[in-house]
């Protein structure tokens, strides 16, 4: 049973727009919420998170957007750019017991067109 | 400052071999973790270990062992490989569980035919 869903697995934009990247979760014990970055042969490296108490973190570029109640949430990259052609992971945790283990999505892999 | 290193890059196995996997963080982290990806999926966790000398398994921990007698080392031991632990494997680390970002080495690529 797939507790964070991304159903898109791929997205491809035009540099200089924005890339939407969307997630969906089902556990209503998660607190926290983490976007990874991974480029091929890499580790992926964390890119931006917001914690439940919240319904918008903003870093330059990326802005990531949730939605408690529909249980959804989303990664705004603007304006995208060719470097951010990778594959993006949506990861959630709990704060505490079972839950404060980070699950991953299936990623999505964005390509930015030149 | 080299963060979370891992040993090997690459590793062919036979069926019924056994290998270490090698993950040394250098930020003193107390929180270490061992994921598995494979092809068009997450990462899914193996094992954990929320300081030296504690472990404990994660969501596939099956095939697999674990110890942490320091803070830095946390290997993972494949006792008699099969094809299905062919898969890309992560270490990560982090000061704390939830809010807190983990920090992933380059991984391991296992092929075991």
């Known amino acids: 049973d797939q507790q964070v869903k991304q159903n898109s697995p791929s997205l491809s934009v035009q540099e200089g727009r924005i890339s939407i990247l969307n997630c969906d979760y089902t556990?209503?014990?998660?607190?926290?919420f983490l976007w990874y970055k991974k480029y091929p042969a890499e580790g992926p490296t964390f890119l931006i998170s917001?914690?439940?108490?919240?319904d918008k973190n903003e870093d330059g570029r990326f802005t990531v957007f949730l939605n408690k109640s529909a249980k959804h949430l989303s990664l705004h990259i603007v304006p995208s750019q060719p470097g951010d052609s990778a594959v993006y992971f949506c990861?959630?945790?709990?704060?505490?017991?079972?839950?404060?283990?980070?699950?991953f999505g299936k990623g999505i892999t964005l390509s930015v067109r030149p | 400052n080299a963060g979370v290193t891992q040993t090997p890059k690459f590793r062919i196995l036979k069926i019924g071999q056994s290998m270490t996997l090698q993950c040394t963080q250098d930020?003193?982290?107390?929180?270490m973790y061992w994921y598995r990806q494979d092809p068009g999926m997450g990462l899914k966790l193996i094992y954990y270990?929320?300081?030296?000398?504690?472990?404990d398994k994660g969501e596939v921990p099956n095939g697999y062992n674990v110890s942490r007698s320091t803070t830095e080392d946390f290997p993972l031991r494949l006792e008699l490989a099969a094809p299905s632990q062919t898969s890309v494997y992560f270490c990560?680390?982090?000061?704390?569980?939830?809010?807190?970002?983990?920090?992933f080495g380059p991984g391991t690529r296992l092929t075991v035919t």
């Open positions: 556990n209503s014990m998660f607190d926290y």
């Open positions: 930020m003193n982290h107390n929180y």
């Open positions: 270990s929320v300081g030296a000398g504690i472990t």
């Open positions: 917001i914690s439940s108490i919240k």
């Open positions: 990861a959630a945790s709990g704060a505490t017991g079972a839950n404060s283990k980070l699950t």
């Open positions: 990560a680390s982090s000061y704390g569980v939830g809010f807190y970002e983990q920090y």
